[in-house]
């Protein structure tokens, strides 16, 4: 005789019942579960993003604070500036005695002779040659403004340059030396001196322009 098919176990309502509570159950717990994922792995994508941004402007703000805490820097740093007990100047005429609308040649000299070394400015709007007649002051080398030339100077050194008066006048104003008046007759005295440091000259030197 043939083996007759297995019966399905027929549930009762109530056993129906419980089991749709159950699925339900489950599947809430489910959905609950991976909305909990869904916003642990949004909320940590968050903080990320925000440590991320945090940082940057951090660092920002440290970038900001260095580029204002950081000093300019100042051509004095760490080396003095030359003063009258670390160098002298000397001055000397090619010639002493030019004709009216000649010209003269004098040669500057500075010599360090300090033990430490230091910086001075070399261009002519700080060594300044000056011609004077008497109380009247009549040529400046530093009529016209001229760029800084910074010279560190050791014990020893020297430097030696050639600055050309063309028998003129200068005036309060920069112009062009070709268009300022010559001068008369007459004696006149040349110094070198450093601006900014009045103990810092050579000895007066006599010229006459005849």
Request: net charge positive; glycine share 8%.
């Amino acid at each position: 005789m043939a083996q007759g098919k297995k019966r399905k176990r027929k549930l009762s309502k109530r056993q129906q019942a419980m089991y749709r509570r159950r699925r339900i159950v489950v599947g809430v717990a489910l959905a609950l579960a991976v909305a909990l994922t869904v916003f642990c792995v949004y909320s940590i994508g968050r903080g990320i993003g925000a440590v991320g941004q945090g940082m940057e402007s951090r660092a920002a703000s440290r970038v900001d604070v260095s580029r204002k805490v950081v000093p300019q820097p100042h051509r004095t740093t760490g080396i003095r500036n030359c003063d009258s007990s670390s160098v002298h100047m000397q001055l000397s005429p090619k010639t002493t005695s030019i004709p009216v609308g000649g010209s003269l040649e004098w040669t500057e000299t500075i010599t360090h002779d300090g033990d430490k070394s230091c910086l001075i400015d070399v261009s002519d709007s700080s060594v300044v040659l000056t011609i004077t007649s008497g109380d009247d002051t009549i040529w400046r080398s530093d009529s016209c403004p001229a760029d800084s030339d910074l010279l560190l100077m050791a014990k020893g050194d020297r430097k030696i340059r050639t600055v050309t008066w063309n028998a003129n006048r200068s005036g309060q104003e920069c112009v062009q030396d070709d268009a300022l008046p010559k001068i008369d007759a007459g004696t006149y005295v040349g110094q070198l001196s450093l601006k900014g440091d009045k103990d810092v000259t050579s000895d007066p030197v006599t010229v006459v322009v005849n």
